[in-house]
Structure formats: C-alpha cells, structure tokens
C-alpha cells in the first residue's frame, strides 16, 4: 500500500473515532440531564464529572442583568467580558432579567452556545407580588391569616413565573423589634413564633407542591443572620447579641423555614460577633449546613463578598472570595470575586476543591428540582405570560389579602363604619388620591400609577358627596426607587383648602402616613411620626372638624400619640398594593369587618424604641403604689406603648370566658388551653385568638410573655365556639447558652385573648 494512503486511512479512522467519540459523550450528556432513572444526586454527580474547575466555579457566580438583550451584543468593557463569561458557561444565574422574551434570550445562550449547556436560575425580588402587588409583607403579617399568606406568595409565584422568573429572594424571615428599621416593612414583625409560621406559609406558597411545576420559584429564606437587629435601627449596621436572643429569637424562623424545605439561603450585610455574615462559618456551615442538614445553596447578598473588605475582615478581594468559599456561601451575587478568584485560591490550595463541589452540587441540585435540565425553556410561555400577568385571578388575590390586612386601631363612639347615604364626607391627604405610593417599596416590575387610589374607593359607594383636597404634599421632588425621598417641611399652601373643606362636612377621612418609598432597605428613620407638616394638618383640622379618621399608610410602626389621644378613629391600612383603594373603602363602609392585629409593637416614643412586648423582667420590674426612683423606667414617658403587639378592633365585639387547662404533659408531652370565645355584637366577624405563657423560673431567664398559639375564627352575631390550643415541647421548651433545646420542669403561666395585653390566664406545672 501507498504510505501516502495509508498514512490517509489511518487519519480517517481516528476522525471517525473521534467523532463517535465526541457524539457519545454529547448523548452521554443529554442522558444525565434527561434521565428518567437516575436521582437527582446521580445527575448531578454525574454532571459534576464533567465540568472543569472553572466551569463550577462558573456556577457559583450570579451577574445582575447587564445588557439590552434585545439590543446588540456588547463589544468591549465589562459588559463584554460578563458576556463573554456566559457563552463559556462561568454564570450560573442571572437577576433582574425578566420577561419571556429577554430570559429566553439569557437562557439560549446558556443552554445552547456553552459547552455543557447548563440552564441559568433566573432570580428577581419578588417580595408582595410581581406586576400585580399584594400588602406589603408586614401587612399582610397584620391578617394572621396563613392560608391567606401561602395563597398570596402563590399567587406572586404564578404572575412571576410567567414572565420568565424561577427564584425570588423572599421570604424575609428577619425578626426586629426596631422601628427604626426600614426593613421591617419585608417582614413578619417583631415576634418569633408568628414570623416561624409565616416563614412556613410564605415558602409553601412559592414554591408550591411541586417544584418542578412551572408556575412554582424556589423561595429564598433571608437574611442570615441577625440583620433586623441592627444597632439604633440604621441598615446595614453591626448586630451585636447574646446567644440567646440568637437561638431564641433570631434563628428559630430561619430553622422553620428549612424544615419547609425552602431551596436557598441569603446570608446578610451585617456583622455579628465581628465576623459578617457572608464570611461566617459558624452560621453557614456549623449550624445551616451541619446542624440543620440544609441542602439547598447559600447566595450572597448584592455584593456583600467585597464588602467585607469595608467591614475590615478581608484584605483585598482574593482574600474576601477565600473567605467567603471556606464558609459556605455558596453563590457569589454581583461580586465578581468568585469567577475571578477562586480558580487560583484552588491551586494555591487556600480554597479546597471539595468545597467547589459542594457549592456546584448544591446549586445544581435545585435547577434539577426546578425541572430547568429538563425544560430550560419551561417558564417561557408568551401566551402564558400574557394570560397570567394581571389576571382577575391575581386581582380578586391582591384584594382578599388587602382587606385582611387593615388594622383597626381606634373606633370610639361607633364613628366607623360609615353611613353609606346621605353624609357630606372631606377626603384629605396627598396619600388619598395618591396612585403609586400605595404599591410600597419592592415593586421593580410594577407599573407606577397603577395602585387604585382610596378617593377611587371611595367613588365606587355613590350614596355620599366626597369632597377631595390634597391638603399637603408627603414629598417633594422626583419620587423613584434609586433615590431618597425629600420630606415636604415647609409648603402648606394647602391647609386653608383642606380647612375649608373639613368645615363643610359631616365626616373628614384623612389620609396620611409615609410615601411608599420612605420605607425598605436603606430607609431608616430616627423621627417616627407622621412625616413633614402631615402633623400640622391633621391637628389644623382638627380645630375645625373633631369627626376624623384617620387612615394610616405606612411601612412600620409610627408614633401617633397625639393622634390616639384625640381623633376618634384610627385604621392602619399599610401599604396595601394595587387593590388598596378598593380594601380601604370596603373596611370604611362596614362591607368587610376588619380583622388585622398588629405584628409590631407601637410606641407612645421614639425613645422607647427597641420595643417589643416578650421583654425580659428584669431585677426591678414595675413596682405598682410605690413612689420610687431606682426601678426599670423612663422619667418622661411610661414604660407600655401606644398599641401593643396583637392588638386590633373589630366592629363587632368577642367575650373571652371558662378558660381552662388540662395539663397531660407527663402521659402525653401535651398541655391543652380551651376557652369559650363569644361574639357579643351585632354582626359577623372575625378575631385572633392568642395564647401566651410565662414560664416563671429557668437556668435561662424566660419573657413575661411568649406567643405560642394562635387561632383565626369566625362567628356570627351571639354564637360562641370553645376554642382548644395544644402547647407541646416545642412551645414549653427554649434554647440554653449553649445552644441546646431543653424543657425544664417548673411553673408557668397561661394567657389567652384578643391581644398579648390579655389578663385572662390560669397556671399549671410541669
């Protein structure tokens, strides 16, 4: 044979074989991603096997948005290079990309031009609803409803997920006793055992039955840890507590929501025990991982990984992404630490490889459990989109949870509700005619303007004249999600309008409280009362017209002293989203009796502030008829607060009677409280009934006061239900200094009623 042709036929055969061989492992591939028979764990260790260093560590990594995806490809700088990035497979998810068609072009990229073809996570804030928002979280916390709750982040989940999005960054679960906070207004408030609860119901309503199903997102349990016990209430500040109030009252909501099987963890901004949270093992790995066994990944907060060069815990950037990887947070969120870093902090042996692995598999287990291997194009459905994004469904949705929320505070002499003929009624406030603020803060994919307004509540009952003025601005200037919102102090151009129009009328609705803005992340305040000259208006129309009530919108607890002292009727209606016109006027009329209760407490004071009803006692309690100096008090304010936490009216009445305790805690491990509760007015309603304890001695000091039970019930007018509330283990045992869960024997104290001030109580002994 011709060597030339030889030297031919071998050449040919090694293309064949290479080409067979390159097809096989292409079908390999496909098999592990599509599989059938293999587990999840098997996919991705297979999956695993294949992958280079920097294609994990790629996994890791999580780039905002950062190109018009309709637009073209960009050619230089950063944005290049983060694309470039993604056509090699080193970006594991992407935020803020949202809409079917600019995330199917992300996720074309990702599943069809790189290497492996691994879809992305796409991740959005999705924190009361997407286009179509429900109350703001600590509103809907008011409704104690958890069916409700889990139906609302169901429902956030279905708009969501059809406009491409499959992980939002909720539920918050942080708990915080600070007002101050601006965050607060993302989360359940100030208790642990209502936070724990809701965490559940919040995670259950995102991600559903079924992970897979195309209508569920992976939920996001933050922020771990101790972030709303931020020192003086100013975000992003250190947190410094005892390991008590850190097993006790921080971490327990965080635990409920793992054992929900929430599939991601975000660590926090802030520090604790000097060490930030992105960087702590101890959180991370000893107690989420080891302790908790949880099993999903750990995201960064935006850019918190180079932030602990700020905090002065890491060097440079290399030495914050060694951190952060050796402690366990798994996915670095708009850093650039990971994707630049990490492949060298390997091979110099600072960063094992194992832990790449973990944090790949860990990240690649939920795109498998989301179904994203299988159809990474499953969130993709225009005709869904459309069809799906403010629907009735989701509106009649928005609406139900909108009603629950409101909080009637204050309703002397019967004033509400309204009569619904024949009254002239003054409409007064910015925030009444007001069409955005409503939505609150978190609301990147809502449309401004698009939240129905209480003067157009109010509109839709046509048997009273209703007069509107502004009567004064909230804020002044340019209002957008960037920038802080500028306090209207001077203008009261206004007030005679108002004054006017307040003299004329039967009734004056006023609406006021904080533009929708002055509340979230980055929004602490030190003045909690109502913002700029909103005081001086309600008190200048007051001189004129005593008949007020007073609708609050607002994103946290305020001081309203004042207020409570002289106007008649008080409704905190929060930010209450799109339908919040329509909830408020239905509350007004008496066409839905409220039900809210407060999840925080309001003080009478800024000074009070932290305030929270499970204090400690303390060595000098209150010492009642005794005229003493040296006991646990302020000599300018009183020691309670305006309205306590659980507190909220009705317009009908409920009676609290025979209460009763079966103690069976040595046969059974059960303590059984019943009660009679009875609605003694004239209409239907619905109340909270809330069962506390006191466990009067133990190795750790205990509160005055715990909730550990609580029942949503209904009645009509003189009906009466026995109600039956079961305290186990769980609600008599607490967390010890050394971070173990124990149930001492001792005395304690029971309390049952409408709000934690109750005085209806029994006791029994363990």
């Known amino acids: 044979m011709n060597i030339i042709k030889y030297y031919i036929l071998v050449l040919a055969g090694l293309l064949i074989i290479s080409c067979k061989t390159n097809n096989e492992n292409d079908l390999a591939l496909n098999d592990i991603k599509t599989s059938k028979t293999l587990s999840i764990e098997d996919k991705v260790d297979a999956l695993l096997a294949k992958m280079t260093l920097e294609e994990k560590i790629g996994q890791m990594n999580q780039y905002n948005g950062f190109w018009d995806v309709t637009g073209p490809v960009p050619k230089d700088g950063d944005q290049a290079k983060k694309y470039d990035h993604l056509r090699k497979g080193y970006v594991g998810s992407m935020l803020n990309v949202r809409g079917v068609k600019d995330v199917k072009a992300v996720q074309k990229i990702a599943v069809e031009e790189t290497r492996l073809g691994i879809p992305l996570i796409i991740g959005f804030d999705v924190i009361h609803g997407y286009e179509t928002l429900t109350p703001i979280p600590l509103a809907e916390s008011a409704s104690w409803d958890l069916e409700a709750i889990k139906n609302s982040a169901e429902m956030a989940a279905k708009e969501s997920s059809a406009a491409g999005i499959n992980w939002t960054f909720a539920p918050m679960v942080d708990i915080s006793r600070d007002a101050r906070w601006g965050r607060v207004m993302e989360g359940a408030g100030e208790d642990t055992y209502l936070g724990s609860k809701i965490a559940v119901a919040r995670v259950n309503g995102f991600q559903g039955e079924d992970l897979s199903a195309h209508h569920s997102i992976a939920a996001c349990a933050k922020h771990f840890a101790a972030y709303g016990f931020a020192e003086s209430g100013r975000d992003y500040n250190t947190a410094d507590v005892g390991t008590s109030t850190l097993n006790n009252i921080i971490l327990p909501p965080f635990k409920a929501a793992k054992e929900a099987n929430v599939r991601t963890f975000m660590n926090s901004f802030n520090e604790l025990n000097g060490i930030p949270a992105t960087g702590d093992k101890y959180l991370q790995r000893d107690i989420l991982k080891g302790q908790w066994g949880f099993d999903g ?194 203008d009261k151009s206004g007030f005679s309008k108002a004054i006017q129009t307040a003299k004329q009328a039967d009734v004056v609705v006023m609406v006021l409280g904080e533009h929708g803005f002055m509340s979230g992340e980055g929004r602490s305040r030190t003045d909690l009362g109502l913002p700029g000259v909103q005081q001086e208006l309600l008190e200048a129309v007051y ?54 209760k407060l999840p925080m407490t309001f003080p009478r004071n800024v000074g009070q502030v932290p305030i929270y009803y499970n204090y400690k006692n303390t060595g000098r309690p209150v010492l009642p008829g005794e005229d003493v100096v040296f006991w646990s008090h302020f000599q300018d304010e009183k020691n309670d607060p305006l309205y306590v936490f659980g507190h909220g009216l009705s317009y009908t009445s409920f009676d609290y009677s025979n209460l009763k305790v079966d103690n069976t805690f040595s046969n059974n491990n059960t303590v059984t409280v019943s009660v009679d509760l009875t609605n003694s007015g004239k209409v239907k309603g619905k109340e909270v009934v809330q069962l506390y304890i006191r466990d009067l001695y133990a190795s750790v000091t205990r509160p005055v006061k715990e909730l550990k039970g609580f029942e949503l019930v209904e009645l009509e007018p003189g009906e009466t239900k026995k109600i039956q509330l079961t305290l186990t283990k769980d609600e008599l045992g607490f967390f010890n200094n050394q971070g173990e869960f124990i149930v001492e024997d001792g005395d304690f104290e029971v309390y049952i009623g409408g709000s934690s001030k109750t005085t209806l109580q029994d006791k029994f002994t363990l």
Do not use: C
């Open 297 to 490: 990944f750990v995201v960064s907060d935006w850019g918190s990984i180079t932030e602990m060069i700020a905090h002065g815990h890491a060097k440079d950037g290399k030495h914050a992404a060694e951190i952060a990887a050796n402690a366990g947070s798994d996915m670095d969120m708009e850093s650039y630490l990971y994707v630049e870093e990490l492949a060298g902090l390997v091979k110099e042996g600072k960063v094992d490889e194992k832990l790449i692995d973990d944090a790949a598999r860990r990240i690649l287990r939920v795109k498998f459990e989301l179904g994203l291997f299988d159809d990474p194009y499953k969130y993709l459905d225009e005709a869904r989109e459309k069809e799906v994004i403010g629907s009735q469904e989701i509106h009649d949705a928005a609406l139900d949870m909108a009603k629950k929320s409101i909080v009637l505070l204050k309703n002397e002499n019967n004033l509400l509700p309204l009569k619904k003929e024949g009254q002239k009624i003054a409409l007064i406030g910015a925030l009444a005619a007001d069409k955005t603020s409503p939505l609150g803060s978190w609301r990147i994919a809502a449309k401004d303007n698009t939240a129905v307004s209480v003067l157009e509540g109010l509109n839709q009952y046509t048997g009273n004249t209703v007069t509107y003025t502004k009567g004064a601005d909230v804020s002044i200037g340019k209002e957008e999600f960037a920038f802080e919102i500028k306090v209207n102090t001077t």
């Open 543 to 596: 001189k004129v017209n005593k008949n007020i009530v007073l609708v609050l919108n607002n994103g946290r607890p305020l001081t309203i002293t004042w207020a409570d002292k002289n106007i008649p009727a008080i409704v905190e209606a929060w930010q209450l989203g799109t339908q919040s016109g329509h909830a408020i006027a239905q509350v007004l009329y008496g066409d839905y009796n409220p039900s809210g």
